[in-house]
């Protein structure tokens, strides 16, 4: 019995999570906190599936069985590729971001993932104006010699491709337009607020993007630290105006991106994805990696995009 009172127990965070995403009820509450770790639920709804089994419990069995099938139902397409093949000769662009943890990255670093990677385009977030001195001195002109960063803005974009347009005001992150053999690419670099500080600041900086996006989103690349996974409602909301995320596009499965080498919680291995490249229909993803940086509390990601036209 006290075996059975536990399982019941323990199915009803999963089970409380799942009606969460169903209704979309974190969007702007608390529960975005939790929603972040919703593959782990979909975990815990499959060992206490086999705990049912176990203790011939039809009903426990019953709840856990139908939340496995909504998990899977969720998850399982980030596992499989979508079959979109790059159009033979397309030209490419491999775009990079970097949360660089209040300016403190190792530019050194940095800039040597740029060379290694053959970055076109970097995001950066989180870059004060001393870290970008530092990244100066450390060489990223050399390889990426024009950029974007707003006055009063922790986010910035530098690229080895001329931009050929200014900003778009109508994006509430820093952003520019290059020049792709002959494509437009528009690309934004965006850091949303975090909802542990205010879920409602959080959750409307996702708003304006998803805003912003109607009419905007074919040619564009979006990357950075969006503070959000794939189950939360507000980043939902805006993959759906035309978007495709990079890493589900290939079923590159879970890559989880924070955190890492935080001073805060040393030793605690990356366990949740909030950093994003994500691209419109003009795009087709190729590849896409994480990388370690040291002192920056999350993974950079790369991504090689396939420009269509």
């Given amino acids: 019995m006290a075996a059975l009172a536990g399982c019941g127990v323990l ?3 999963p089970g409380l999570l799942a009606v969460v995403r169903l209704f979309g009820w974190d969007d702007g509450t608390w529960w ?3 929603m972040a770790g919703l593959p782990y639920a979909a975990l815990l709804s499959v060992l206490l599936l086999g705990a049912a089994a176990a203790l011939r419990e039809k009903w426990l069995g019953g709840v856990a069985a139908v939340l496995v099938l909504l998990q899977l139902w969720w998850l399982v397409p980030r596992f499989l590729p979508d079959g979109t093949d790059a159009p033979a000769g397309a030209p490419r662009l491999r775009v990079a971001t970097s949360n660089n943890y209040m300016g403190q990255v190792s530019p050194k670093a940095l800039v040597d993932l740029v060379r290694e990677q053959r970055i076109d385009v970097l995001a950066v977030e989180e870059q004060s104006d001393s870290a970008a001195d530092a990244l100066d001195a450390a060489g990223i002109r050399d390889l990426l010699p024009y950029r974007e960063h707003p006055a009063g803005t ?3 974009l530098y690229t080895r491709l001329p931009v050929s347009s200014a900003a778009d005001p109508a994006w509430p992150y820093a952003n520019l337009t290059v020049d792709v053999s002959g494509h437009p690419v528009q690309l934004v670099a965006v850091h949303t607020y975090y909802p542990l500080g205010d879920t409602r600041r959080w959750a ?4 304006r993007l998803a805003a912003a996006a109607p009419g ?6 979006l990357l ?6 794939l189950d939360h409602k507000p980043m939902r909301d805006l993959v759906d105006t035309g978007l495709a995320d990079t890493h589900e596009e290939l079923g590159a499965g879970l890559f989880p991106t924070w955190p890492t080498d935080h001073p805060d919680f040393p030793g605690v291995p990356s366990v949740i994805q909030i950093d994003h ?4 229909s003009a795009l087709t993803a190729v590849d896409v990696s994480e990388h370690s940086l040291p002192r920056s509390d999350h993974r950079a990601v ?8």
């Fill in 302 to 309: 790369v991504a090689e995009l396939a420009v269509r036209g």
């Fill in 32 to 34: 975005a906190l939790p």
């Fill in 216 to 221: 905007r989103t074919r040619n564009a690349v």
């Fill in 204 to 207: 409307d900086g996702l708003h």
């Fill in 11 to 13: 199915l009803a965070g």
């Fill in 224 to 229: 950075g630290d969006f503070n959000a996974t």
């Fill in 154 to 156: 922790d986010s910035a």
């Fill in 277 to 280: 490249v994500l691209h419109g």
